[in-house]
């Protein structure tokens, strides 16, 4: 009755059912595509360089080379002042003098320093900067080229312990690391965000109602009670965890794959053993914080309290697999797997990168439950009290911790 | 009274809370009472006078702190689920899911409280027709109008066809009509043999709907009858004369008029 009760909800419908199932698809859409975007307005506008004094004798192909560019507006200024105040008021992208060589350099007749002058807040003259700095060092390049040359000395004597580097990586392993870092981070969102409204709606939201006592006046015992709403709040987060990992395993074929058919860096896939292991790890981090979320928003007399009293537990929900999301090369280990939520996010990056930790697995959802178990037998021991029971408490869990450890508190007057 | 016939039992019943600024609190102070079927019992008294306590001890909701109470012969204190299965529970802090409709919510209501699974049905249809909410009850409940949700209410807590109910200010809030509706249903039911315990601070609604009344002051009964012995025990003839007289009484001379049990007895 809770749950087709719950189905009617707008807002229970929203964070538990259909975003955990668009969530993936819609954001992995958005953000290839607003990469995409931001990549083609990066390659596509022309920076508007200024370029103050003359260049020394015999380098006027550096300015040729950047008037080559197709990208580069190139421009002259009488006045460094006034090019600046132009860079600042967004009328100008860069300004490029030419001065003397400094120190040693200055021994090397006709030498000279490049000085660019941007503004590092704006993108487009950060843009200008670096198209200035590419040209000037090619420049260079081609010019120590040539004088080497000159001087008799070949390709074999100049070039000298060079560094190369080759990744050895898999496209399937840059993918396997892009799901590892945020699919903990999504479903861990997910499940907290399906379990986080049914949670507060059925227990503040029902003091708010005024259907509590209607509640605790029908012949069902206590227990009975709690473990009910429980299963209901358990439910709506597995749900939202399960649709999750589901709609994440659509996404990469539907979604992802196209995006990243012209790719040979990146390719998403995921072990089959994976799908249930994440199934798994949804479910136990779905039990658990629904029974945490359960219990604290139980204080709340209001919807909008009980929302206050639950967010603490979502954002640490949230900031733990974002923190792991850094440790890219830790697996889950017997200590991880001790501690709720940081169990769930490391299993499921484990999993997407083909790594199956079996007496870890055990260990982090037999935590889990143990969790659960604890949060019941709280929840149990709470509804004992009668002030909470009768709504006449006024705190939160952790008042209600703190006082009931005075054994002379009987109760407050009922209002 | 037949004692046989008793179906809601009360003997000292206490409860003392705890309460920051005031120390302990007796919200409830010894009482005593008892109901047979086919009688509607009036608690009456002044907000804070203990009805809603008293109440709330009898739907096991809250714990006596001592003496005892039982319904239909189930202990409140040691049989608490047989108690309710025994009880309905109107208050205007009871309201109804809203995202049920009202046939929803009678079908919930009936098998949370254990009525047979197979005969559920045919009472939500009973009581439907009883009440005449046939024209809403496929509607969610909070489309409903207060009239209309009263009703839902009224059936939502006869449904499990208890035999013992409790009416706690059952007309707060109520418009005029509304709350006439609900007298005239209590008084149906009262005819259907069910106990009726109805507590209220309106004094013409207990005068006209109670067989008996205990006038409750400070957690204590001052006065207990039927409202023709209250009035020769007093030699007034309205009710709400006859509240002040106890009220007044209990007030200047504390304790005066009440008996060990704290039940003083009008008709002595």
Redesign the interface.
Same mark, same amino acid.
Do not use: C, Q, W
């Given at each position: 009755?809770e749950i087709?009760?719950?189905l009617?909800?707008r807002s229970i419908v929203v964070y538990s059912i259909l975003l955990p199932i668009f969530m993936y698809p819609i954001l992995l859409w958005v953000v290839f595509s607003a990469m995409t975007f931001v990549q083609g307005l990066n390659e596509g506008f022309v920076s508007r360089i200024a370029v103050v004094a003359e260049l020394p004798e015999g380098h006027a192909a550096l300015i040729d080379s950047l008037e080559a560019r197709e990208n580069v507006e190139l421009t002259r200024e009488a006045d460094t002042d006034s090019a600046v105040d132009r860079i600042q008021a967004g009328e100008l992208d860069a300004l490029i003098s030419f001065l003397d060589a400094e120190e040693d350099g200055s021994a090397l007749p006709g030498n000279f320093r490049v000085e660019v002058r941007y503004d590092r807040s704006e993108g487009r003259s950060r843009t200008a900067s670096e198209r200035v700095g590419q040209t000037v060092d090619e420049y260079r390049s081609d010019w120590l080229e040539r004088e080497a040359e000159a001087m008799g000395v070949g390709e074999a004597e100049r070039v000298l312990f060079v560094l190369t580097s080759e990744n050895v990586s898999t496209s399937e392993d840059l993918g396997a690391l892009f799901m590892g870092i945020i699919t903990p981070l999504f479903l861990t969102i997910m499940v907290a965000m399906g379990a986080f409204y049914p949670s507060v709606d059925t227990t503040a939201g029902e003091r708010e109602?005024?259907?509590w006592?209607?509640t605790?006046?029908?012949?069902?015992?206590r227990a009975s009670m709690v473990t009910a709403k429980y299963l209901y709040v358990a439910t709506m987060g597995v749900t939202a965890g399960v649709l999750n990992v589901l709609a994440m395993f659509v996404s990469i074929g539907a979604v992802l794959a196209p995006i990243l058919s012209g790719s040979d860096e990146i390719s998403v896939r995921i072990p089959f053993l994976a799908v249930p292991v994440m199934m798994v790890g949804a479910v136990g981090l779905a039990l658990m914080l629904s029974a945490a979320m359960m219990i604290l928003a139980s204080f709340a007399r209001t919807f909008k309290d009980g929302q206050a009293m639950v967010q603490p537990v979502y954002f640490v929900a949230i900031l733990v697999p974002l923190l792991l999301g850094q440790q890219t090369d830790r697996t889950l280990t017997a200590g991880i797997a001790a501690v709720p939520v940081a169990n769930v996010a490391m299993m499921v990056r484990d999993a997407i990168n083909g790594i199956f930790l079996w007496p870890f697995i055990v260990e982090a959802l037999a935590v889990n439950l143990i969790m659960v178990v604890l949060c019941l037998a709280l929840a149990r021991f709470i509804m004992r009290f009668?002030d909470f029971?009768?709504g006449s408490f006024d705190g939160s869990f952790w008042r209600f911790a703190k006082d009931r450890m005075r054994p002379?508190?009987?109760?407050?007057?009922?209002a | 009274m037949n004692t046989s016939d008793t179906t809601v039992s009360v003997a000292d019943l206490k409860k003392?809370?705890?309460? @920051?600024s005031r120390g302990?609190?007796k #919200?409830v102070d010894g009482i005593t009472f008892s109901c047979v079927p086919g009688e509607v019992f009036g608690l009456l008294g002044a907000n804070g006078a203990g009805k809603?306590?008293t109440l709330?001890m009898l739907?096991t909701?809250?714990?006596p702190?001592e003496g005892s109470a039982s319904v239909m012969g189930h202990d409140v204190l040691n049989e608490?689920?047989?108690t309710? @299965?025994n009880?309905g529970?109107y208050? #205007?802090?009871?309201?109804?899911?809203?995202?049920?409709t009202g046939r929803?919510t009678l079908e919930?209501?009936a098998r949370?409280?254990?009525y047979p699974p197979e005969k559920v049905a045919k009472r939500v249809g009973k009581m439907v027709a009883r009440f005449g909410i046939e024209e809403y009850m496929n509607a969610?409940v909070e489309k409903l109008s207060s009239g209309m949700k009263q009703k839902v209410s009224i059936a939502?807590t006869v449904v499990?066809d208890p035999p013992v109910l409790i009416f706690d200010e059952p007309t707060v809030g109520l418009d005029v009509l509304n709350a006439i509706e609900m007298v005239k249903v209590i008084r149906q039911l009262r005819d259907e043999g069910k106990t009726i315990i109805f507590s209220s601070h309106i004094m013409s609604e207990v005068e006209k709907l109670c067989d008996r009344i205990a006038i409750l002051h400070r957690g204590r009964i001052l006065a207990l009858g039927t409202l023709e012995s209250l009035r020769q025990a007093t030699s007034l003839h309205y009710l709400e004369d006859i509240f002040v007289h106890y009220v007044t009484e209990a007030e200047g001379v504390e304790g005066a008029g009440i008996g060990a049990t704290g039940e003083f007895e009008a008709s002595k």
């Open positions: 009755m087709r009760s719950a009617r909800e109602r005024s259907t006592e209607t605790i006046t029908t012949s069902a015992s009668e029971l009768i002379r508190s009987i109760g407050k007057e009922p | 003392t809370f705890f309460d @920051e302990e609190v #919200a809603t306590t709330r739907s909701v809250l714990k702190t608490p689920e047989a309710r @299965e009880l529970f208050s #205007a802090s009871t309201s109804l899911y809203p995202r049920l929803e919930f209501f949370i409280n254990h969610r939502r499990h």
